[in-house]
C-alpha cells in the first residue's frame, strides 16, 4: 500500500498510473490470498504441501505475484510507481534518494516474510495433530478453484494489459472531469440568474 501512496505523491501521470495498476493488482491478488486463507484454519497448518497440491500451487504463485515477481502485475505496477517518484520534477535529489531506499527495504523485508510464512505453513511442523484426511484440495469444490483460477489468471495477464487498462483509466478520467466540469459551469449559470 505504501507503493499507491508514493506514486500518488509523485505527483505525475506515471506515479499515477503505477498506483492505479497497483490499486488493481493488489485487489486480486489480496483477495485470492484471503479466500485460501480461509480453505485451511490457522491451527492446521504445517506440512500440507503434499495433502493439498492445488491450493499450495495457487498460494505459491500469488505470493510470488505480491512480492512483485518480475512478470506479474505487481511487478509492473511498483516498477511504474519507481520511475515515477524518479522522474518527478516536484523533489530534490535527496527525498528521491530517501524515498528510494525505504521502497527498497520494503521489497527486502517482504520476500523474507512471505517465503518464511509459505515455508512455515506447507512445510513446516503441525502444532496440532489432525489426521492427514481432515484437509481437502480444491479438487472436489469445483467452485472454489475457478473462482481461485479467475483471480489468479489477471494476476498473471495483467502486464501484458497494462496499456490497455492505463488508456481505459485516462479515458474515463477525462469523462469524469468533462462532466464536473459542465456540471459546475451549469451551477455557476444557474446562481447567476
Not at 495433502?51 to 518480475?70: C, D, E, G, N, Q
Not at 506479474?72 to 524515498?99: N, R, W
Amino acid at each position: 500500500m505504501g507503493f499507491i501512496i508514493i506514486g500518488i505523491g509523485s505527483i505525475t501521470n506515471m506515479g499515477l498510473n503505477g498506483a492505479i495498476l497497483q490499486i488493481i493488482s493488489h485487489s486480486f491478488i489480496g483477495a485470492a490470498l484471503f479466500l485460501l486463507a480461509r480453505l485451511v484454519y490457522l491451527d492446521e497448518m504445517g506440512r500440507m504441501a503434499v495433502s493439498i497440491p492445488k491450493i499450495f500451487t495457487m498460494f505459491s504463485i500469488l505470493s510470488m505475484a505480491s512480492l512483485a515477481l518480475s512478470g506479474m502485475s505487481g511487478f509492473v505496477a511498483e516498477l511504474i510507481v519507481f520511475f515515477g517518484i524518479i522522474t518527478s520534477q516536484k523533489y530534490f535529489l535527496m527525498p528521491k534518494i530517501l524515498i528510494t531506499f525505504v521502497m527498497a527495504i520494503g521489497m527486502i523485508l517482504t520476500p523474507i516474510y512471505s517465503l518464511s510464512m509459505s515455508r512455515q505453513m506447507f512445510y513446516g511442523y503441525k502444532l496440532f495433530n489432525a489426521p492427514s484426511s481432515y484437509f481437502f484440495d480444491s479438487g472436489p469444490q469445483f467452485s472454489v478453484f475457478l473462482l481461485l483460477f479467475s483471480y489468479s489468471l489477471p494476476t498473471l495477464c495483467f502486464p501484458f494489459a497494462a496499456k490497455i487498462l492505463l488508456g481505459f483509466f485516462a479515458s474515463l478520467l477525462c469523462l469524469i472531469y468533462n462532466l464536473f466540469s459542465n456540471l459546475l459551469y451549469v451551477v455557476a449559470l444557474m446562481r447567476v440568474w
